[in-house]
């Protein structure tokens, strides 16, 4: 019974979000022109994150909101900001991407965070060719750096498992560029503690696993946490802790989640772009004295009017 009214509670607040959504004018930060698609040296990005105060200000007051709303007085407030893959890469001319650092400076200085510096760990081969994202199999050190700067230390990783899906991933900038690119292949990590994690979906009342194999045959990045979901809730049966953590994140946190889940006995996914950050009251609480850990793309931040 719990269950069902949680489900219809989500789903009321998700349909009062679309109807606020549709009185919001869309708009870009960068209204003057479209992004550009361009390749160098056989990947592909988008002139789609530069600098932007009036979008980094927005995503302030959002962020602001949820903490005061929902994790008021913490002490234990991460933040991680992921470079755009045009960081690594010579752009056309007259652009230049917002750099994750100068992002991440901007943000500390207005959030109550401690910023957990990722970006010097990251290369250009650590994307993928035909897509913005990162690939999962290249973040171990990423997951490291971010567990242990939270003193929740992931497990001995001695026996994960490297994997790839079958045929190849044609990522969002697949053939959308004048020059051609090779296809990208899928691949992801897996070990008895990653395949003994339950992930609940709020939304559809239904519980999986941390890689979603249906979900998959349509969009292969999806395979992590199933794609773009609102409230996620991991639990780690194998933890041998109660600690918890709150990950509010865009798309790039649906490779890196399962790699944090190690050091957690539950892990609470949210992403603010599909459900407005008011609405999250009405569908579930979130424990007390729990770590939380802000995860965003710098393209994300950039343009962050998705943020509700």
Known sequence: MKRWIERGVFLLAA?????????????????DTLPEVYVYRGYA???????????????????????????PGSE???????????????????YTPAGAQETADYLAQRLPVEIIDIAPLLALEDYYRTDPHWRQERLSAVAQTISEAMDAPVPDTTEETLRTLAGEFHGSYWGKTAEPLTADVLSY??????????????????????YDFTAAEKSPYDL????????LRIENPAADNDRMLVVVRDSFGSSLIPLLAGGYRTVYVVDIRYMATDALARVTEFPEGADVLLLYSVAVLQNSITLK
Do not use: N
């Open 15 to 31: 349909a009062a979000m679309v109807i606020a959504a549709a009185a919001i004018p869309t708009r870009r930060v960068q209204e």
């Open 45 to 71: 990005a988008a002139t789609d994150a530069p600098w932007s105060e009036k979008s980094l200000d927005f995503a302030v007051k959002r962020f602001s909101h949820l903490l005061e709303a929902y994790f």
């Open 76 to 94: 234990h407030v991460y933040m991680s900001v992921i470079p755009d893959k045009a960081a690594f890469m010579e752009t056309p001319e007259g």
């Open 189 to 210: 990590i897996t070990s008895p503690l990653l395949e003994g994690c339950t992930v609940y979906d709020y939304e559809t009342d239904s519980t999986g696993g941390v």
């Open 224 to 231: 992590f946490l199933g794609g773009p979901k609102a409230l």
